[in-house]
Each structure stands twice: as structure tokens, then as C-alpha cells.
């Protein structure tokens, strides 16, 4: 089976960063496409980033010039570097990724989400 776990999540001031990781465990060969989502308290969940395996990369427009998603492809791992946080930013963030499990075989999983809290 294949497993992706969150990290990095964390409480943080205003102005300040925090990287996130999912890391991808099991029998697999890559990852493939990644994108983070988050959800606020009382909010619907947002689509936050994404990256492509050719490497093209989109955000909603509130976290431009902000955030900044990436993948170690060695490591089985991508990221969400998160700069100049804003409270409004403070949500569950969830990775959620098609992992490549052989070849002609590619599955979708869900990290178990990680609390990212940043205060005023």
C-alpha cells in the first residue's frame, strides 16, 4: 500500500513560513501530479497548489508570490513553502497526489492533513 504523510505543520506569527512535506511510503515509483488543498473552520475546502510532472506549477491567487509548491523526486517527497503568512492562511492543509505504483498504474492518495495556525 502507499501512504503519503504530512508534515511541518505548526503555529506560526504572522509574517512568518513554514514548509510543508508529503512524503510518499510504500511500493511506488514517483509522484506524479501534487497539489495541496486547505480548509478554515467553516469554509469550503480550496484548491492551493499545484505542480505538474513537467513542472508547471499554479496557485490561487491568494497565495501568489507567497507560497511555492516543489517535489524531490529522489525522495518521493513534495513540499509547500509558505512565506509572509496571514492569519487568513490558517487552515488544515491536505497534500493529495497521483502516485505512479508501476508502470501503466498510477493511483490517487490523500495525506491525513496538517494543522497550520498563524496568529495575528
Known amino acids: 500500500q502507499v501512504q503519503l504523510v504530512e508534515s511541518g505543520g505548526g503555529l506560526v506569527q504572522a509574517g512568518g513560513s513554514l514548509r510543508l512535506s508529503c512524503a510518499a511510503s510504500g511500493r511506488l515509483n514517483s509522484i506524479r501530479t501534487m497539489a495541496w488543498y486547505r480548509q478554515a473552520p467553516g469554509k469550503e475546502r480550496e484548491l492551493v497548489a499545484t505542480i505538474t510532472p513537467g513542472g508547471s506549477t499554479n496557485y490561487v491567487d491568494s497565495v501568489k508570490g507567497r507560497f511555492t509548491i516543489s517535489t524531490d523526486n529522489a525522495k518521493n517527497t513534495a513540499y509547500l513553502q509558505m512565506n509572509s503568512l496571514k492569519s487568513e492562511d490558517t487552515a488544515v492543509y491536505y497534500c493529495?497526489?497521483?502516485?505512479?505504483?508501476?508502470?501503466?498504474?498510477?493511483?490517487?492518495?490523500w495525506g491525513q492533513g496538517t494543522q497550520v495556525t498563524v496568529s495575528s
Open positions: 493529495n497526489a497521483r502516485v505512479n505504483i508501476r508502470v501503466g498504474y498510477d493511483a490517487l492518495y
